[in-house]
């Protein structure tokens, strides 16, 4: 059974840093592309960022680039959501989801997605 678990949400203050994690477990996703949504109170769920199965590229949305960085560790099934700079529009539930399709170009899509976990809350107080 396949299982994303998110980790290292919290309180910050604006301008602090975070740095969210996520482990898959029940398969390897080694050749698989993982991404991160988020969704606030209120809003729709919105892509953040994605990487390729080699970690050789990733994509961000205009809100965070600059800010966020991905990283993924094959070895470890894991994927880290470095967050600097942070703002109180950042705060949101963040999902950690992969592409069950090995090769495929991360997309912004939630629909290329097949596995999700159950999310970790981020609040930036201003």
């Known amino acids: 059974q396949v299982q994303l678990v998110e980790s290292g949400g919290g309180l910050v203050q604006a301008g602090g840093s975070l740095r969210l994690s996520c482990v898959a477990s029940?398969?390897?996703?080694?050749?698989?592309?993982m991404a991160w949504f988020r969704q606030a109170p209120g809003k729709e769920r919105e892509f953040v960022t994605a990487?390729?199965?080699?970690?050789?590229?990733?994509t961000y949305a205009d809100s965070v680039k600059g800010r966020f960085t991905l990283s993924r560790d094959n070895a470890k099934n894991t994927v880290y959501l470095q967050m600097n700079s942070l703002k109180s529009e950042d705060t949101a539930v963040y999902y950690c989801?992969?592409?069950?399709?090995?090769?495929?170009?991360?997309?912004?899509?939630?629909?290329?997605?097949?596995?999700w976990g159950q999310g970790t809350q981020v609040t930036v107080s201003s």
């Open positions: 990487i390729t199965w080699s970690g050789g590229a990733t």
């Open positions: 989801a992969v592409d069950s399709s090995p090769w495929r170009a991360p997309g912004r899509s939630e629909r290329q997605y097949d596995y």
């Open positions: 029940g398969r390897t996703f080694s050749r698989s592309a």
